[in-house]
C-alpha cells in the first residue's frame, strides 16, 4: 500500500531532498494528486501535469478528449460529447456526467441505444475489475451492480462491444515545448480477463497506412492536451494487415509493465528519456531520438515533424509471468515459491519481483515476472 501512498511519497521526497519522484507503472502513477502535491513542493514529476493526467486517466474523460480531437471512437453512452480542452483545460463535469450512467434505469436505456453485445465499465477499474460483457437487456441490470460493487464510487459508462477485434497501441512520448513523437508501438491482443498475457512489437496486423493513421492520432491527441512524459494510446482494431478500422479504447499516462518490447525495437531507453523530458530538455536534443531519426548530434533541436524514423529493429514478443488457479478460471492467487531459476541471455531478457524460496502474498498483483524475446 505503501506505493500508492502519495502523502507517504511526498514526505520521503522531501526528508531526502529529493529533485524528482519517478512513480513507474501502477500505484500512484495514475493518482493526479501525486504530481500535484510535488508542484506545490518545488519538486519534479516525471510524468505528465496533474490536468492531463486527470483528463486523459480518466477513461471517460479521455474518450470525450479523443471525440474532441478527432479520434475515432466506438458507439458509446457519450456520443457526440465535445470539449475545447486548450481553452478550458478540462473536461467539465456537466459533460463528463453526461457520457456516465447514474442508475439501472438509465443504463438500460443507454444499452438499447447503442446495441448489443457491449461492455459496461467502470472509470476508475482496470486490471480485469469493473467491467462486464452484456450480450442483451436481460443481462443489464446485474452487470450494472456487479460494475458498481466491484469499484465502489466510481463513475460507470457503457460502451460498444467490438467483436473479433485486436488490441494494438501506440507509445508516445512528448516534452513540455508541444513535441510529441509515437514510438511504434505493440500488439496486445492476446489476453485473458481482460489482462494483457502476451505483448509484441513492432504491430504487424495492421497495414502500414492505417497504422499510421493510429500513431498521428495518438500524437494530436497528446498535443491536444498539453501532454509531456512517456504514454500509451491503446487501440481496438478491426481488420488485418490488407486494411480496417480502428477505435479509440484508453490512455495509460505512464509507462507499461511492457516497455522493453518498445526499447528493443527502438533502441530508446523510455526510463531515461522520462527523466530527459522531466530536466527540461527537448525530445530533438536527447541521444536515443536523435538515433532514432538517424540525424547527427551537431542537429540537436532540429524539428521532427517531417522527418522519417529508423525502421523497427527486429521483432519481440514478451510474455507475463502470473500466478493464477486454473480449476478457478485462472483467478490471481497467492503461495510459495518453490524454485525459480532463470538466466537472460543477449536475445531474450526476463525479470521477477519474487526470488526463490519467496512468494506471492494475498494483495499483491498476480503478475511477478515478465519474459522478453528479441
Sequence with gaps: KNYANVDLIADIAER???DAVWAGWGHAS???KLPRTLKRMGIAFMGPGADAMYALGDK???TI?????QVPTVSWSGDGLMVRYQEQMCVPEDIFRKACVEDEASAVSTSSRIGYPLMIKASEGGGGKGI??????????DAYRQVCSEVPGSPVFIMRMIQNARHLEVQVVADEYGEALALYGRD?????????IIEEGPVIAAAPE??????QAAVRLAKEVGYVGAGTVEYLYTGDEDGGQFYFLELNPRLQVEHPVTEWITNVNLPALQLQIAMGIPLGQTRDVLSLFCLPEEERGVSLANLERRPPRGHVIACRVTAENPDEGFQPTSGGIQELTFRNTPNVWGYFSVGASGGVHEFSDSQFGHLFAW
Excluded at 132 to 141: D, I, Q
Excluded at 188 to 196: A, D, G
Excluded at 210 to 215: A, C, D, G, I, R
Aim: charged share 30%.
Design 16 to 18: 531526502f531532498q529529493c
Design 30 to 32: 495514475e493518482k493526479p
Design 60 to 62: 471517460v474523460a479521455s
Design 65 to 69: 478528449l479523443a471525440q474532441s480531437a
Design 132 to 141: 462486464r460483457t452484456v450480450r442483451n437487456e436481460a443481462g443489464v441490470p
Design 188 to 196: 496486445c491482443s492476446v489476453q485473458r480477463r481482460h489482462q494483457k
Design 210 to 215: 492505417v497504422w499510421k493513421k493510429l500513431e
